[in-house]
């Protein structure tokens, strides 16, 4: 599953964590664990939980009797979202391929993924190991971005960074933005058996203290600062002030008010 575009390492994670999370991640996390409803005794799973957002609402809104399973393929990832908790705190944190689980059948009554999918090359081979990791009836509750042009700091970041490349820009933003088709969607998840899923258009604003803040994130909390790096770029803070001039200009500044976009998805087994 590992490729370039996911790969959070170094500051990655904790430039993600400071600048995006609040930005990007909070407000659809507070969705998507609503849409989490289990029994007592029950097991669930976040697949890709990064840097623990979704993670840290599901500890406060899932019952005690509740086991919360945490996994990422990335360990720099995964370490930086155990260390936001405490010591002895109820979830389970495991480096985990979303491929290939390493949970046996039928081990959780729900999956919860927070814009991990796109991430995955193999999408049809996650869906299934998703679906056999279900429990009859467990939900797989996921969220995926909408198309670039509907999530305007990304597609900003995108076109300000490209036009410092004559040649062969970076493309890590036509990534998290490239699995939004809900055709496609539905087709991947009927294959791997799942039935009827319910896909829901969210719009949510994306709030930044600063566009310097905004720009510092969407640089140097993605992989795309790798890609810039291999280029042979240096000029990092460039980059970023140009980004940042072109979100003030448009989203204004202190704080910046943005337009973003995603689809949640609801299906059972």
């Not at 575009?5 to 964590?17: A, K």
């Not at 036509?174 to 899923?197: N, Y």
């Amino acid at each position: 599953m590992s490729n370039q575009h996911s790969e959070f390492v170094g500051s990655i994670p904790e430039n993600y964590d400071r600048y995006l999370g609040p930005m990007f991640f909070e407000p659809y996390a507070q969705d998507i664990v609503q849409r989490v409803k289990v029994a007592e005794g029950s097991a669930v799973l976040e697949i890709a939980c990064g840097t623990g957002i979704v993670t840290g609402h599901l500890r406060d809104s899932l019952s005690k009797g509740v086991k919360l399973v945490a996994s990422d393929l990335n360990e720099a990832m995964l370490a930086y979202a155990a260390s936001k908790f405490r010591h002895g705190e109820a979830v389970e944190w495991k480096q985990a391929d979303a491929t290939s689980l390493p949970f046996d059948d039928a081990s959780f009554d729900a999956i919860v993924c927070q814009f991990g999918v796109m991430f995955v090359p193999d999408k049809e081979a996650a869906i299934r190991e998703a679906y056999r990791v279900l429990r009859p009836n467990g939900v797989f509750v996921f969220n995926v971005w909408d198309s670039i042009d509907r999530n305007e700091l990304a597609q900003i970041a995108h076109e300000a960074m490209s036009s410092f490349f004559e040649q062969d820009p970076p493309v890590f933003y036509t990534v998290p933005f490239g699995f939004h088709d809900p055709q496609k969607i539905t087709d991947v998840l009927a294959a791997a058996g799942f039935k009827d899923p319910e896909i829901t258009v969210l719009s949510k604003a994306a709030i930044s203290t600063s566009a310097a803040d905004a720009a510092k994130g969407l640089i140097e909390g993605s992989p795309v600062i790798v890609e810039i790096k291999q280029r042979g770029v240096s000029d990092i803070q460039e980059i970023e002030s140009r980004i940042a001039d072109a979100i003030a200009s448009r989203c204004g500044d202190h704080p910046v008010k943005s337009k973003m976009q995603a689809l949640v998805i609801t299906t059972r087994k």
